[in-house]
Nanobody, 124 residues
Framework: VQLQASGGGLVQAGGSLRLSCSASGRTFSNYNMGWFHQAPGKEREFVAHINWSGGSTYYADSVKGRFTISRDNAKNTVYLQMNSLKPEDTAVYYC??????????????????WGQGTQVTVSS
């Protein structure tokens, strides 16, 4: 699966952004999808997960209630709607794909494919 993330940018605190991740190469609906972020000098961290059908989602505590993950299997795309952004959300955001299994996977090493990342910067 080839993944292409887009939609990052510079936004003021309290603002919103929507990230997109387009997939190609394999059957998109065979994969659970995740969003991760990595701030400078820090390890890549889990943000959100959505199962293959879109019927199940899971979030890191730090973004719960502010971010929403969704997918459109007809468009081979997963989204991350980010509202009420905070300066601490500043990071490079990556989408990732893992062959569909039951349960939520938050560990980076268990994902099979990664996009190239898109920068999100939140100013105070």
């Amino acid at each position: 699966v080839q993944l292409q993330a887009s939609g990052g940018g510079l936004v003021q605190a309290g603002g919103s952004l929507r990230l997109s991740c387009s997939a190609s190469g394999r059957t998109f609906s065979n994969y659970n999808m995740g969003w991760f972020h990595q701030a400078p000098g820090k390890e890549r961290e889990f943000v959100a997960h959505i199962n293959w059908s879109g019927g199940s989602t899971y979030y890191a505590d730090s973004v719960k209630g502010r971010f929403t993950i969704s997918r459109d299997n007809a468009k081979n795309t997963v989204y991350l709607q980010m509202n009420s952004l905070k300066p601490e959300d500043t990071a490079v955001y990556y989408c990732a794909a893992r062959r569909a299994t039951t349960g939520v996977v938050t560990a980076t090493k268990l994902y099979d494919y990664w996009g190239q990342g898109t920068q999100v910067t939140v100013s105070s």
